[in-house]
């Protein structure tokens, strides 16, 4: 009987796979607050999550507790909170690894979307101005120094559009700080902050005071250990005083990017990564600072440590998109590869569980790979690529529109890039217009967004209809394209003259002067002639910027060539001249 009971329990073993999995009940409690109010509680928000949890709604002071059944050790989880028009300010808490005997307490935020778009509004504005003021003081610095090279001004105006691009994350980032939550240290330097005051932010947040405060929260921590039920809360103060600190130094670092100072920016970041190198955010960000300083090198051991330090699986995405990128701009091709495929894998395992909330990982993976496999010329793999991520971000803009209409404008001028390098006229045809009559409904709606990306589809889909000889076409949509960058440089002009002087040449210097010899119509010519002529003097005010500079060359060559045609027309006999016209 001994041996068959064996016998029936080794069947059922290798039924089984051979292990058996554990599971437990976890108890994830929680506390919702409104953000920046004194900790003043969200009453009635429902929270819910995957499957295999109760849902919940907050009680008067705003607490929550949801247990998980029969969970696995160290399965993600992604909390839904929902409460009229509140939006959780510190999303980033809504994804949680459920571990072993583990009974997980986080702090939520809460506040209308409305005011998260103001206070988003509020930083960007303060940073775009303090990157302009102080782009020009450093360029003001070079000139009166002599240090004003050709490789100088490239070196700022290179820093300078990295600031640009950066400056809507940084101003998100700034937006979700809880004043509530943060050390008197770091409110004092928001303080002057948003006040416009960088630099006596960034004093504020004395370097020396921070590190001594972090060294002294380790002892305390330490000590906390020797001690029992007093012990325990010393040790939660302490802990908190240290994650204080590295904020702090991470909080300083930021706004050192934005005022110039990239050493102290550096030391900063890691300052902040050798007190908590297991730190993930930390870590990710001194890779990509080093990244956008072109300090690949250096930037490399970080990025190799990110997917180790995730501490969710959507952060190991992330981290091998990050690494593949790296690898990419080494033209490391195929380290570049292995990296975003294994971060394809995990994002495609997510998505099969939760996929409202992971395709657009897989999307924006797949993203990833069509722009390696363009620049390797590997057209084949690239339309897969580009294809696939269309198809996921149309469905998911079925769902929300306004989250991911803009990826599939995007992804559809990829596409059309991708065809016409491949001369697939008719294709690049097809998804410019698609691209260009999604940012014009986008635009609608936020111009200020989306009016850039407009004037963009429109100049490609004119230099299209050129490499096709269709030149009334062409100078239809590139009036069109002018139009929309005079717009754009109305509002401001550092950030916009000089695309508008590229749109200016292409329809004069490339259009109307093929329209010329067309036509022999020389309203063709003085058009180009006042196009050129406007577009050299907008350059002539950007010296210290490299692409100015080169499209100032270009706009001169052409007016030389208009000018020796108007001197050759002047000496043709008058009947022929009026013939011409």
Not at 6 to 21: D, K, P, S, Y
Not at 109 to 122: G, H, I, Q, Y
Not at 393 to 399: D, S
Request: with cysteine.
């Amino acid at each position: 009987m001994k041996k068959q009971i064996a016998a029936v329990l080794l069947i059922l073993w290798a039924t089984c796979g051979g292990t058996a999995q554990v599971h437990y009940t976890h108890k994830l409690k929680g506390r919702i607050t409104y953000l920046n109010s004194g900790f003043k509680p969200v009453v009635g928000a429902q929270v819910t999550a995957e499957q295999g949890a109760n849902a919940d709604q907050t009680n008067n002071q705003g607490e929550f507790t949801l247990v998980f059944h029969r969970k696995e050790a160290g399965v993600d989880v992604r909390l839904q909170v929902t409460l009229g028009k509140l939006v959780v300010v510190n999303e980033k808490e809504l994804s949680v690894t459920l571990k072993k005997d583990e009974e997980k307490e986080i702090k939520l935020f809460m506040c209308e979307k409305s005011e998260l778009d103001e206070l988003r509004a509020t930083y960007y504005d303060i940073s775009i101005a303090n990157i302009t003021r102080r782009f020009r003081e450093e360029s003001e610095r070079l000139r009166k120094e002599n240090k004003l090279s050709r490789e100088a001004i490239a070196r700022l105006e290179r820093d300078k559009q990295g600031l640009l691009e950066q400056a809507r994350e940084l101003a998100d980032r700034f937006a979700r700080v809880n004043f509530d939550d943060i050390s008197a240290l770091r409110r004092e330097a928001f303080e002057y902050f948003r006040a416009g005051d960088i630099k006596k932010a960034i004093e504020a947040l004395d370097f020396e005071t921070m590190v001594e405060n972090i060294d002294k929260a380790e002892e305390e921590f330490s000590r906390g250990k020797k001690l029992e039920k007093e012990g325990q809360k010393r040790q939660e103060k302490a802990k908190e005083q240290r994650l204080q600190g590295i904020e702090g130094l991470l909080d300083k670092a930021r706004f050192c990017r934005l005022d110039f100072q990239f050493d102290l920016a550096k030391k900063c970041y890691e300052e902040a990564v050798k007190k908590d190198p297991d730190n993930f955010d930390a870590t990710w960000e001194l890779a990509d600072f080093l990244y956008d300083q072109n300090q690949f090198i250096e930037a490399r051991p970080y990025y190799k440590k990110l997917p180790s330090l995730a501490d969710t699986e959507a952060n190991r995405v992330v981290a091998f998109n990050d690494l593949g990128n790296l690898y990419q701009k080494s033209n490391q091709f195929q380290k570049s590869l292995q990296a975003y495929s294994e971060a394809l894998k995990i994002s495609k395992k997510l998505a099969e569980k939760n996929p409202d909330a992971f395709l657009q990982y897989v999307a924006i993976t797949l993203n990833n790979l069509g722009q390696l496999y363009r620049v390797n010329n590997q057209f084949t793999e690239a339309f897969e690529a580009y294809s696939e991520v269309l198809k996921i971000y149309k469905q998911l803009a079925k769902k929300n529109p306004d989250a991911f209409l803009q990826y599939v404008a995007t992804t559809q001028n990829n596409l059309g890039l991708l065809y016409q390098a491949n001369n697939q006229s008719t294709e690049a045809l097809q998804a410019y217009s698609e691209a260009l009559n999604l940012y014009k409904q986008l635009a609608e709606k936020n111009p200020d967004a989306f009016l850039p990306d407009v004037a963009m589809t429109q100049n490609n889909l004119g230099l299209l209809y050129l490499s096709q000889n269709r030149l009334e076409e062409a100078r239809e949509i590139l009036i069109q394209a002018v139009t929309t960058q005079e717009q754009l440089t109305a509002k401001n002009p550092r950030a916009f003259e000089i695309d508008l002087c590229g749109r200016m040449i292409a329809l004069g210097g490339f259009v109307h002067l093929r329209l010329l010899v067309k036509t022999e119509d020389l309203t063709h010519l003085e058009k180009a002639d006042s196009l050129m002529t406007s577009a050299i003097n907008r350059l002539k005010k950007y010296p210290e910027v490299p692409r100015a500079t080169k499209y100032l060359n270009m706009a001169q060559d052409i007016k030389q060539k208009i000018d020796k045609v108007k001197e050759i027309l002047k000496k043709l006999p008058a009947d022929n001249e009026k013939e011409r016209k």
